[in-house]
Every structure is written in structure tokens, then in C-alpha cells.
């Protein structure tokens, strides 16, 4: 399997939270994160979190890490249609001058 | 601070053909990161430069080379194009001093077309 995981595609209805989840295989990341793309753009770095951490709030942003099942989720409460992008999960491992890339999930807001 | 700046941002090229595509990174970032964006294989990583060196490189044939200048712009070269070629190409930057953090700052990338 690849080495960070996500589910291709999320649709939510504005106003709602969307969960965006992400599955990494090295338990030596250190850093985690995620970007954001929108359409004919580079990616946006949203926020990090550190490995020592459970979670990190940021406004509309929360990151949640579970370090034992190597798991990373965003959530964005009240989701606006201008969050409507392709949403990367990141990490980097220890030692490492690359983060890896998982391959996305496009979140889709809908009225 | 201006941000990471690529250029160009669409081209247009025949197979066969060789192409460049310049990055200019943040201003006091050493280390510049390329990466192909297609839809079916999603970001794939080229390599990074730092200091003028390449520090890693992906799994990507010899015709995909780069180099870096002592002002840490950046140029990767693609020689004898393919139709498969075609993709977003994309620069990061960060400040690469250590592995502890690589916070990557991306430019919007070039768009090449390969017919």
C-alpha cells in the first residue's frame, strides 16, 4: 500500500463539518500536515502538527493525530464553499529532508 | 516577503522537444523541491536542491535534471518530451536547514501541455 493514505473524494453540504482522514505507515514522522489546493493553484500549507501532540485547534481548523493507529484527520466546522479544494495530507519522517504526500481528497461543498 | 514565484505558468510543447522551468524560492530559503502533479498519479516527488546540490532525488529517468543557483533559483529541465510528461509542475521552498521541519512553501506551478 502507499505510504500516507486518504480517501479520494468527500461531498458535504455547506454549513457542516467536514472530517478529512489520512492513514501514514512510519511511526518516526516527526511533522504532520496538511495543504490545501485550489483550482489552478500550489499547495497551501493550512496547518502542522508535531508528533508529541494529540491536537491542534486553529479557528474553523482542528487536527487530530493518533499516534498508535498513525492517524491524522481535519476537520473544518462550518464548512464554506470556499473551502471547496483538494486537500493533501504531508508527513515527515525522521531524519528526512522530504515530506511524502498522500494523493488527496477533493472536498466538494454543495448549498 | 514574496512568495515562491514559477514561470512560466502554461507551455505549450511538441514531443521530442526539451524544456525549461525556472523557481525562484522565498528570499533566504536554501532548499527548492520539485514535483510532477498529474491526476492519475497525484504529486510525485522530482528532487531538492540545496546549497546547489541535489540532496534527493525520486524515482524519475534521466531525462528529468535540475540545478540550483547560488542565489537558490532553481531550473528543472525535461529533455525529449513525452505525451506523458504532461502535468502541473510544482516548486516548494523552505528554509532547509535541518530535517526536523520541512515546512514547504509551493508556487503555482507551470502547466505543461505536451503534443
Known amino acids: 500500500g502507499e505510504d500516507v493514505e486518504q480517501s479520494l473524494f468527500l461531498s458535504v453540504r455547506e454549513g457542516d463539518s467536514s472530517v478529512i482522514n489520512c492513514t501514514y505507515t512510519?511511526?518516526?514522522?516527526?511533522?504532520l500536515y496538511w495543504y490545501k489546493q485550489e483550482p489552478g493553484a500550489g499547495l497551501q500549507l493550512l496547518t502542522y502538527?508535531?508528533?508529541?501532540?494529540d491536537m491542534k485547534q486553529d479557528q474553523r481548523l482542528t487536527v487530530l493525530l493518533n499516534k498508535k493507529d498513525k492517524h491524522l484527520s481535519l476537520r473544518i466546522a462550518d464548512t464554506q464553499t470556499g473551502d471547496s479544494a483538494i486537500y493533501f495530507c504531508a508527513e515527515n519522517r525522521r531524519g528526512s529532508y522530504i515530506p511524502t504526500f498522500g494523493r488527496g481528497t477533493s472536498l466538494i461543498v454543495h448549498p | 516577503k514574496a512568495g515562491v514565484t514559477q514561470t512560466p505558468r502554461y507551455l505549450i510543447k511538441t514531443r521530442g522537444q526539451q524544456v525549461t522551468l525556472s523557481c525562484s524560492p522565498i528570499s533566504g530559503h536554501r532548499s527548492v523541491s520539485w514535483y510532477q502533479q498529474t491526476p492519475g498519479q497525484g504529486l510525485q516527488f522530482l528532487f531538492e536542491?540545496?546549497?546547489?546540490?541535489?540532496?534527493n532525488k525520486g524515482n524519475f529517468p534521466g531525462r528529468f535534471s535540475g540545478r540550483q543557483f547560488s542565489n537558490s533559483r532553481s531550473e528543472m529541465n525535461v529533455s525529449t518530451l513525452e505525451l506523458g510528461d504532461s502535468a502541473l509542475y510544482l516548486c516548494?521552498?523552505?528554509?532547509?536547514?535541518?530535517?526536523?521541519?520541512?515546512?514547504?512553501?509551493f508556487g503555482q506551478g507551470t502547466r505543461l501541455t505536451v503534443v
Open positions: 502538527i508535531f508528533s508529541n501532540m
Open positions: 516548494a521552498s523552505s528554509p532547509g536547514g535541518g530535517p526536523s521541519n520541512t515546512e514547504a512553501f
Open positions: 512510519d511511526s518516526s514522522s516527526t511533522y
Open positions: 536542491y540545496f546549497s546547489e546540490t541535489q540532496r
